[in-house]
């Protein structure tokens, strides 16, 4: 069964703080995708990835294929990073699945 | 502003009616994806196409139907809506449908009564 995990489900924290969100899935993938809904319901896609890390300014992904693990990080928080952070995964039958989102509020 | 566009940005119906959804991809893009948010299901992948051609299939009902068309628009028939069919569609688009970044629409937020 194709199953994405994601934790946790709400995250507060405080301006500045290190923040690290984590995505499990249960069988093989052709590729990973991080995206941040934000309160307006818009959705952007922050990272693609097959295997390995990339990072974008304060943001940085990281996948482990044999453990199946991908974890999201953002580094000195800020309160615009306040969003929903949706992991999702693409397995290797072309189908797309999502988790249910990480809900984080950065406070000033 | 990602470049894809959605018409239109929001839909009022009555359960058992029927509803067409618009998706443009941004521009050069072949590949078009079609997502379901609702309160209770989140996210779900309906419906992929590539370059006209149907690319890959997710929880698509049978009353929904989708088509790319040669100018690579794509739009999303809902038929026999029900009040589940309320939740918010999502357009995304890519270069060429597989191992890169889609660029998500605006959504199209629908209402059935």
Redesign the interface.
């Known amino acids: 069964k194709n199953e994405v995990e994601q934790s946790p489900q709400n995250l507060t924290a405080q301006e500045g703080e290190f923040i690290t969100i984590n995505c499990s899935y249960s069988v093989g993938i052709?590729?990973l995708?991080w995206?941040q809904q934000h309160p307006g319901?818009?959705?952007?896609?922050l990272f693609?990835l097959?295997s390995g890390k990339k990072k974008h300014g304060r943001l940085i992904a990281t996948i482990n294929i044999q453990e199946k693990h991908s974890s999201l990080h953002i580094t000195a928080s800020h309160p615009r990073d306040s969003a929903v952070y949706?992991c999702?995964v693409r397995f290797t039958g072309?189908?797309?699945?999502?988790g249910?989102?990480t809900s984080l509020t950065v406070i000033p | 502003d990602s470049g894809v566009t959605q018409t239109p940005k929001h839909l009022i119906t009555a359960t058992g009616q029927r509803v067409t959804l618009r998706c443009s991809p941004r521009s050069g893009d072949l590949s078009v994806y079609w997502y379901q948010q609702s309160l209770d299901q989140g996210l779900q992948f309906l419906i992929q196409y590539y370059n006209g051609e149907e690319r890959a299939k997710g929880n698509i009902l049978e009353r929904f139907s989708a088509q790319q068309f040669p100018d690579l628009h794509s739009e999303l028939n809902l038929s026999s809506l029900e009040l589940g069919d309320s939740a918010l569609y999502f357009c995304a688009s890519s270069v060429r449908g597989s191992l890169e970044t889609q660029y998500f629409g605006p959504g199209t937020r629908l209402l059935v009564l």
Not at chain 1, 94 to 98: E, I, L, V
């Open positions: 052709s590729a995708h995206l319901g818009g959705i952007v896609s693609m097959s949706i999702a072309n189908q797309f699945y999502f249910t989102g």
